[in-house]
């Protein structure tokens, strides 16, 4: 079954490169302008629909910003979590090179995650205060998706599925994401399986419990990078992770950054300590051995 057809999209007609040059001769080399039926391009990235998601709780002009970058954010959640996931698929079928090209694109979509900040540096306590009341306990803390992407990374806690108990579907996809191995984990059997001594620890453990660094898995590090020549592909792939961590590190640099501008240390509005909350999350390092070997390079 197609993905179109699968979620009820209405159908993209395809056509080729013969037809679109004389439907291009017909119309004199200007846009088509007629349709039989739903414009060709709102059917395929459902404009429509996504223009009718903000639905602001407020009259305060602000919150259309606060609200449309919160969901762009959620969009690229999924896609670097999408992309994330291809990469893992082509490790585990050792094509480190294909793998490439996955972790290189969720690094650029990483970098369009990073500039959508951007859109919220107007935001004072003032701004965020006028509409923040209406929010209730909703929080970025609760995203789904961006759990998905931390558990992805390595950053398991089982604690923080909790909030998703009573949306059963979205609690079992995150369950079997917790409990399923991490990038990193299949980046270390990756490396078991090109000869490098990985301690069985690293490989056969609890993968809902976070990944504990090792000496062997930095000391194999060490090694690949000692290598620089055009065939490392392990080389390649270790720059390529470190785009990625780097990326995501920012993003949450800049969610402390926005937190700390807008709010300060008051309580967060999902509950939490806020500002301390965040730096503590931030703290946590995505691809640990990754980072401490480049000491000992």
Do not use: C
């Not at 390595?154 to 998703?164: C, E, T």
């Amino acid at each position: 079954m197609k993905s179109a057809e699968r979620i009820g999209a209405p159908v993209v007609v395809p056509v080729t490169a013969q037809e679109r040059a004389a439907r291009a001769a017909a119309n004199a080399g200007r846009p088509t302008l007629e349709f039989a039926g739903q414009i060709p391009y709102d059917a395929y990235v459902r404009a429509s629909t996504l223009h009718r998601m903000q639905q602001t709780l407020s009259d305060d002009p602000g919150e259309m910003s606060f609200l449309v970058i919160s969901q762009i954010m959620e969009l690229y959640f999924g896609l670097v979590r999408f992309e994330l996931r291809e990469a893992q698929r082509l490790l585990r079928a050792d094509e480190v090179w294909s793998a490439l090209a996955p972790l290189r694109r969720a690094a650029l979509h990483l970098e369009g995650l990073n500039a959508a900040w951007r859109g919220l540096r107007w935001m004072t306590p003032a701004d965020f205060n006028r509409f923040r009341n209406l929010l209730g306990e909703g929080s970025g803390f609760q995203s789904a998706m961006y759990r998905h992407l931390e558990f992805l990374l390595g950053l398991k806690n089982a604690a923080l599925v909790r909030p998703f108990r009573r949306q059963p579907e979205i609690h079992a996809e995150l369950v079997e994401q917790l409990n399923a191995p991490s990038l990193w984990d299949d980046v270390v059997a990756l490396l078991h399986r090109h000869g490098f001594p990985v301690p069985r620890q690293s490989l056969d453990r609890d993968f809902s419990a976070e990944y504990e660094p090792s000496p062997l898995v930095e000391a194999a590090w060490v090694e690949i990078y000692g290598e620089d020549g055009p065939d490392n592909h392990l080389r390649l792939l270790g720059e390529a992770l470190s785009d990625v961590a780097d990326q995501f590190g920012d993003w949450r640099h800049q969610h402390v950054k926005a937190v700390q501008r807008t709010m300060g240390a008051k309580v967060g509005t999902g509950g939490s300590a806020g500002l301390a909350w965040l730096r503590r999350s931030a703290a946590r390092t995505v691809f640990p051995e990754l980072w401490s070997a480049r000491t000992a390079m």
